[in-house]
């Protein structure tokens, strides 16, 4: 097989992933949920001795900060690179984490409505955020905890910008901005529900966080940029996750115009 030929098979390996035909190949009555076995956690468990800053109400900063109605919103949304030296206010930070993962209702232990949809209402993500630039918080790393309405204190580090920088191959973007949104996947908590075909959907619903995070940024004034090139490794090891059953799939730089 020719050099060409080797590109086209590898091509259509890798397209696999895209399509869903994995779906017919599952016996759904042999996932975790049919076999009786209790769901993962709706949120990972956090450190008892992490410092927890209250948040304000989310949605309700949402409703007060956005200064545009949806059609603007859409129209106007682009990818912003370059930020003001200014800082979000806990407040701006609160509406971003409550518009990409807010929980608006807990149906029960296995299923919470959340501000973006999620194949199954799973949710297999957890949020970080390197808060470079935002008022009433130390430099350092943070986990948000929707169910809780608080931020977990991680780690302070007065460089975070720039290890989050050297963890996305040095996007200026990052080391820029006021707020990193880190995005991890735990792939067990889709698993669970639809064994193989999970990890397909854990990506399409990574674009929905992302998208959501652009219209209410844009909304609020602010700008956003996604990122999907980063150091894997790097980004895993600045959340502290082991890079198997937690490990970082989205990024967002955030930063005032």
Known sequence: MDEPEKNSARFKANRFFLKDTIRQKIDF????????????????PCPADAPR????????????????????????RESIRSYS??????????????????????????????????????????????????????????????????????????????????????QECVSGSAAVFIWSAVPERMEWRYDRAAH???AVDAGHVGQNLYLAATAMKAGACAIAAYDQDGCDMLLGIDGNEEFTIYIAAVGKR
């Not at 900060?65 to 129209?75: H, W, Y």
């Not at 608006?104 to 959340?114: G, N, P, Q, V, W």
């Not at 949020?127 to 630039?133: E, F, I, K, Q």
């Open 85 to 170: 030296t200014e800082p979000l206010g806990l407040d701006e930070l609160s509406a971003l984490l409550w518009a990409t993962q807010g929980v608006r209702e807990i149906i029960s232990s296995e299923c919470a409505l959340r501000t973006v949809p999620s194949a199954g209402a799973r949710h297999a993500f957890e949020t970080y955020v390197a808060a470079c630039r935002v008022d009433d918080l130390e430099c350092g790393l943070y986990r948000y905890l929707p169910f809780d309405g608080r931020l977990a204190q991680l780690y302070s580090d007065t460089n975070i910008a720039g290890r989050a920088a050297a963890a996305c191959l040095g």
């Open 53 to 76: 800053i209250v948040l304000p109400d989310g949605r309700e900063s949402l409703k007060r900060l956005c200064r545009m109605g949806l059609a603007d919103a859409i129209t106007r």
């Open 29 to 44: 009555y042999r996932t975790g949920q049919n076999l009786g076995k209790p769901a993962p956690p709706l949120q990972k």
């Open 200 to 202: 397909k959907v854990i």
